[in-house]
């Protein structure tokens, strides 16, 4: 269980973490041709390595270096405007079944780790889990219903505010949860809302409500769900 975790680690770090804005337009752009495709295959197989912290564990790394290179290719080349939310959920699915495929080849075998703390993998791993990656995730699957007031707003808001405000929220749901505090879930959502409804209420855009809510519940769902992941994960351990 605690190698899936690390190798999930190492998946969030390389994917979302350590590839800047600027890696993913080249690779869409060039495909094949583009220089920052093998530079992210190459850190995927470093991270992978090291955090199995297993010599033996190296030709399992250059594995997952390699097929995750196949999955990318195969989506920059298949996806379009219209499918690419499609193509990310299929990507980022297909990247986690390959993690659990090499932990079930390796699962028999000894590995000694350079860090014995399964708590740290898995309280690092659900962190990571619930801020730059879950709001590639939200932004994207909520992408669709974006209405066109939100699309076109250019109001004084904070550059980015929105993305760091869900972050924060996420990780104080996720605390909640694993310190038994559930009210304080209800608490958070309600102090949200007050502040959100000034401005949902001077928009009189009922889309733009909606496409607010949904992207809170959301948000709240996977924060509370990473919550009780790991409080079963550190049972387990």
């Known amino acids: 269980m605690i190698l899936f975790v690390k190798l999930l680690l190492a998946h969030l770090l390389g994917d979302f ?4 804005g600027t890696w993913v337009a080249d ?4 495909k094949h041709k583009s220089i920052y495709l093998y530079i992210h295959i190459l850190l995927h197989g470093i991270l992978v390595a090291i955090l199995a912290g297993e010599i033996r564990f190296i030709p399992y790394a250059i594995l997952i270096a390699i097929t995750h290179g ?9 996806q379009k405007k219209k499918n690419k939310r499609t193509w990310f959920v299929v990507d980022q699915i297909a990247h986690i079944l390959v993690l659990i495929c090499v932990v079930l080849l390796y699962e028999n075998k000894s590995l000694p780790y350079f860090w014995e703390d399964n708590v740290f993998w898995i309280f690092a791993t659900g962190i990571l889990l619930l801020t730059k990656p879950t709001s590639i995730f939200i932004k994207t699957i ?9 699309i076109n707003n250019q109001d004084n808001s904070l550059v980015a505010a929105g993305n760091y405000i869900g972050i924060l929220e996420r990780l104080f749901v996720f605390g909640f949860i694993l310190t038994d505090h559930f009210e304080a879930i209800g608490f958070l959502l309600a102090a949200k809302s ?3 409804f000034g401005d949902l209420k001077e928009a009189k855009d009922r889309k733009l409500t909606e496409y607010v809510l949904i992207g809170t519940l959301i948000s709240f769902g996977i924060a509370i769900l990473a919550g009780l992941l790991v409080q079963l994960l550190l049972k387990l351990s």
Request: overall charge positive; proline content about 7%; glycine content about 0%.
């Open 17 to 20: 973490i350590w590839q800047p």
């Open 27 to 30: 690779k869409e752009a060039k």
């Open 70 to 78: 196949i999955i990318d290719l195969i989506k920059l080349n298949f």
């Open 142 to 150: 909520i992408s669709i219903w974006a209405p066109e007031s939100k």
């Open 194 to 196: 007050i502040f959100r």
